[in-house]
């Protein structure tokens, strides 16, 4: 049976505890990476953050050095010229001069033989970028205080809480650690389409932790498993979720990329596309690969769920480590007759739904103790 | 628990529909923002501390302004301490904008000596001033523009006293300011507007055409003006911070059409101030004795107001005091830049009335009119981003966007339909439900509200695709998983909608409360992103409660899916696993 089929059967059994071990050393590496090359080679800060003028000139007759010659006799040859898309040049400059700002737009209308009014002017003041960038920095702080509180409360565990901020910080070092490799521009677009992944991760991490909070009692009442295998076999029953939900969230946001930048050259949805797409690639693998050890790493040092793991090591060999197994090999019926007697033995705590169903009780020869 | 869920599908259905027809038969559509049908934006940012009062007087202010210019949906609000104002549709982009902005007080200067620009005044020729002559006062500019460089060249010239640019309206004008009109006085001011421009060689022309004081035309300014051309020397214009009340300044005065500058004024120190008017009763006026539109400008009593008006119209009128007003011509002058210098022509020793007169266009007369009218704003403000897009561009970023959408919809429709067959229908129409009523509030917030969809919206309603289709994702999973656990269909779909309900709220909440947060402490487009990201997520919940759940147990209700099971890729895998298991 191949992975996918099993995957899509709901039979998926990955040993995540390994995997988490590749991924935390790879998500280490890649933010340790991320923060080298921001410092070696910063941002490509956009107009809003630099101040100036952008002329969009909707043309696809002239070229770079045409344009450039345009501009020389008006002083603003140094001007940052590109073509954006097929039928786009983009000239940007640092002068806030309204009358030269007009001048220039007036001289470029005429080099494209288009109305002036054809040409869209975007001005930006110097202090604008620290501005937008204080009170984008202001509301993420609150936003990750609101959110902390909200998660510890929600799903009432504060590592849950730290653990997703975990993942989201890896999810913004990453994601300005691509920005600044490949040296795209940071617009206002950007930030908005960063605040996007941010909500995004975090939605994602949630459905996760909801699903490990409904497992919890596995481990803290019926002690038959540890808190580090639970979360591995939570990420498993999620797994098909998690990826469902990257990919209808990714096809779109693919579809703005290519269809809405490349295909009709509309520069804003591609700032926005680029990255959102990065970002929502790495805040689903955050959710899984980082988010999630986190938790498992630090309930595992709580004394609670330690009493239970040093039980089950010091009753069975091996063999507890990789419970979630068994999952896809036990005979239905085993499953159906077992939940009842499942439910039963839940000593007067509710187990929580898809509990007893997705993850059968241990077959018989558990039954040994 | 065994609820049909068809009551509770049905009323559903049955308003989001009706929401949608209501919309539209009201002929409500969303507002688009600026970046999607083009217009201007300005972000303005207070020069000094302001405190919340002075904002909103500003705000009042500038709206008045933008109303004045007829602007169909202008969006002006605070946002942070910040006056951002969104003019959706507005052609002339400099036009609008200086209306905005232009915070400085208002001051009435006498004219002390005028320079023409000499770029401007070298190709005037002997042709220009028959050309001037033959147009007479009602010349209509218009036509002389564009034939031209040597016509453009005189029509700035000629029209000396015109405001700082204005782009837009053009017409060579003459502006004179006199006691209000009575209305049986008919002057003949093309008559007299046509003799004063021949006997005045290159520029200065400045008639008179005000109420019956005014049947004859003023001798005296003529030679006036005529002296003043003769210096062609180009002064410096004082910088900003010397230009105080008490200081005589050189000032500049711009075309209204080309933006190039046409004259360099000396000035006095101010006479009167824009305090003494009264705003309400400065405007625009049509005199019907004569069809020419004027601006009337009316003054507070006292002697600090239409006293220091008095004062300065007997100093200009005939010149009669040649220290202080050796012109005759009095100044408007707003923001550095002089927006008209008309000559004074009654000295006003009566009434609280006066009208600057010319041959105005509409436009220009309104344009005059609101400049003098809101010329104070209680805080000055400077720029801190403008935006200006097109048209053209605003309408091929919609296209753009839509096209992204509904393509990137179309795959996600096929995936989902592949993957979940008839539960996938459902999170379809789930979907288009949440869609439909995220439509009916995007178009009544535009309506009532001034509302605008902006690109980034746009791309928040895209992004939360992912995010609704999730929720039914969620849940199908949960009860595949039951099913894989060997539950019918029909006892999971109740069931598992709790636990998938309470994972869908939980992270929903997230979102929630980040786009609080944004659409709080943002500005501008992010603002927008929220507000859409916001309100697709709640319909996300709604549209999970009261159309996913119901339908699902709808359906598993039926027993399709014991039959035919693999219309809802889930219970295939039952049948292999056991054959699996036998063998």
């Known amino acids: 049976m191949s992975g996918l089929r099993r995957l899509f059967r709901g039979e998926n059994n990955y040993d995540f505890v390994r ?12 933010v340790v990476l991320s923060i080298g090359l921001l410092s070696l080679r910063g941002l490509n800060l956009g107009l809003d953050f630099e101040g100036g003028t952008a002329w969009d000139v909707p043309t696809s007759s002239l070229s770079v050095s045409e344009t450039r010659d345009v501009l020389r006799p008006l002083g603003v040859a140094e001007s940052k010229i590109q073509t ?17 700002i007009q001048e220039v737009r007036e001289a470029l209308a005429g080099a494209a033989e288009i109305d002036s009014d054809q040409i869209a002017v975007t001005t930006v003041g110097p202090s604008w970028g620290n501005e937008i960038s204080n ?19 929600a799903l009432r565990d504060w590592r849950m809480a730290v653990g997703a901020l975990v993942a989201v910080v890896h999810d913004i070092v990453i994601s300005v650690g691509v920005y600044s490799l490949l040296q795209i521009e940071v617009t206002p677009a950007t930030v908005i389409a960063f605040l996007t992944i941010l909500g995004f991760s975090l939605y994602d991490t949630v459905v996760v932790y909801a699903r490990i909070k409904d497992n919890t009692p596995m481990v803290s009442v019926a002690g038959r498993t540890t808190y580090t295998d639970m979360a591995s076999l939570s990420l498993n029953q999620v797994l098909m979720r998690s990826i469902n939900t990257s990919l209808t969230a990714v096809l779109p946001v693919l579809s703005i990329l290519v269809v809405g930048s490349w295909i009709f050259g509309a520069t804003t949805l591609e700032e926005f596309g680029i990255a959102l797409l990065v970002g929502l690639l790495v805040g689903v693998y955050s959710s899984i690969f980082v988010a999630t050890p986190i938790v498992a790493y630090l309930n595992e040092r709580s004394p609670a769920y330690r009493t239970v793991r040093e039980r089950l090591a010091s009753k069975a060999t091996g063999e507890t480590r990789r419970v979630e197994s068994r999952k896809a090999t036990v005979p239905t019926e085993v499953a159906s007759d077992a939940q009842a007697a499942g439910s039963g033995a839940a000593s007067g705590k509710k187990l929580p739904a898809g509990y007893s169903a997705s993850h059968p009780p241990r077959p018989r020869k558990n039954k040994r103790r | 628990m065994r609820r049909s869920g068809l009551p509770t599908l049905i009323t559903f259905v049955v308003v989001v529909l ?30 000094s501390v302001a405190d919340e009062e002075q904002i909103n007087q500003a705000v009042a202010v500038i709206r008045n302004r933008v109303d004045a210019i007829g602007v169909a949906e202008p969006d002006i609000t605070i946002q942070g301490g910040n006056v951002v104002v969104q003019l959706p549709g507005v052609k002339d982009r400099e036009r609008a904008l200086e209306l905005v902005g232009s915070t400085a007080e208002l001051r009435f200067r006498p004219v002390l000596q005028t320079f ?19 147009n007479g006062a009602n010349a209509t500019p218009t036509s002389a523009l564009p034939t031209a460089p040597t016509t453009a060249v005189q029509t700035s010239t000629t029209k000396n006293e015109q405001s700082l640019g204005m782009p837009g309206g053009a017409s060579s004008g003459e502006y004179a300011l006199g006691p209000l009109p009575r209305r049986q006085s008919t002057p003949a001011p093309s008559t007299t507007n046509a003799v004063a421009t021949s006997v005045v060689a290159a520029a200065e022309t400045t008639t008179t055409v005000a109420g019956v004081t005014t049947t004859t035309v003023t001798p005296a300014m003529v030679p006036a003006t005529t002296n003043d051309t003769l210096n062609t020397s180009w002064p410096p214009v004082t910088p900003r911070d010397e230009d105080t009340n008490d200081a005589t300044v050189i000032m500049p005065e711009y075309d209204r059409k080309t933006r190039k500058e046409t004259f360099r004024y000396a000035l006095g120190p101010t006479l009167v101030t824009g305090d003494a008017l009264v705003a309400e009763k400065t405007q625009a006026t049509l005199d019907p004795s004569n069809g020419q539109w004027l601006v009337e400008i009316t003054f507070k009593d006292g002697d600090e107001n239409v006293g220091t008006w008095r004062q300065a119209a007997a100093a200009c009128y005939q010149a009669s005091n040649p220290q202080v007003c050796p012109t005759g011509r009095l100044a408007a ?33 309104k344009d005059l009119g609101q400049k003098l009218r809101y010329g104070a704003l209680p805080v000055e ?28 919809l179309a795959i996600v429709a096929i995936y989902i339909l592949v993957y979940y067959r008839i539960l996938g229908l459902v999170a379809l129409t789930s979907l288009g439900l949440s869609f439909g009523l995220l439509w009916a509030i995007i178009a009544w917030l535009g309506e009532t509200r001034g509302l605008a969809l902006s690109l980034s919206g746009v791309v928040g309603i895209i992004v939360s695709i992912g995010v609704s289709i999730d929720s039914n994702i969620v849940y199908f999973e949960q009860i595949k998983d039951d099913m894989v656990g060997g539950r019918n269909m029909r006892s999971s779909a109740q069931r598992a909608f709790h636990g998938a309900m309470s994972t869908i709220v939980k992270a929903d909440l997230v979102s929630l409360i980040g786009a609080a947060l944004l659409y709080w402490l943002t500005v501008g487009p992010v603002k927008g992103f929220a507000l859409y990201l916001g309100l697709s997520t709640l319909l996300d919940l709604v549209a999970s409660y009261f159309f996913m759940r119901p339908a699902v147990v709808l359906l598993s209700s039926t027993g399709l899916a014991e039959r035919r099971p693999s219309a809802f890729g889930v219970r295939e895998s039952r049948g292999h696993q056991g054959a699996e298991a036998t063998a």
């Open chain 2, 18 to 47: 009706g929401l949608v027809v209501a919309v539209l038969a009201a002929g409500w559509s969303p507002l688009l923002g600026l970046d999607l049908q083009g217009g201007v934006a300005v972000v303005l940012k207070p020069t």
């Open chain 2, 116 to 134: 023409p620009n000499p770029e401007l005044l070298a190709p005037v020729t002997s042709t220009t001033v028959a050309g001037v002559s033959g």
């Open chain 2, 333 to 365: 002058v707003l923001d550095g830049i002089v927006i008209s210098a008309p000559s004074v022509n009654s000295t006003f020793s009566s009434g609280n009335n006066a009208v600057v007169t010319g041959s105005f266009t509409q436009e220009e007369a």
């Open chain 2, 381 to 408: 403000f400077e720029r801190q981003q403008t935006q200006d897009v097109s048209a053209t561009i605003g309408r091929d970023a919609l296209k753009a966007g839509v096209a992204a959408g509904l393509i990137g």
């Open chain 1, 135 to 153: 009170k984008a920095i202001r509301a993420l702080v609150l936003f990750f205080i609101a959110v902390s509180l909200y998660i510890t409360f």
């Open chain 1, 84 to 100: 954006v898309g097929t039928d786009l040049v983009r000239v940007q400059s640092g002068t806030t001069d309204p009358a030269k």
């Open chain 1, 19 to 30: 995997l988490w071990r590749y991924g935390l050393t790879a998500s280490a590496a890649l």
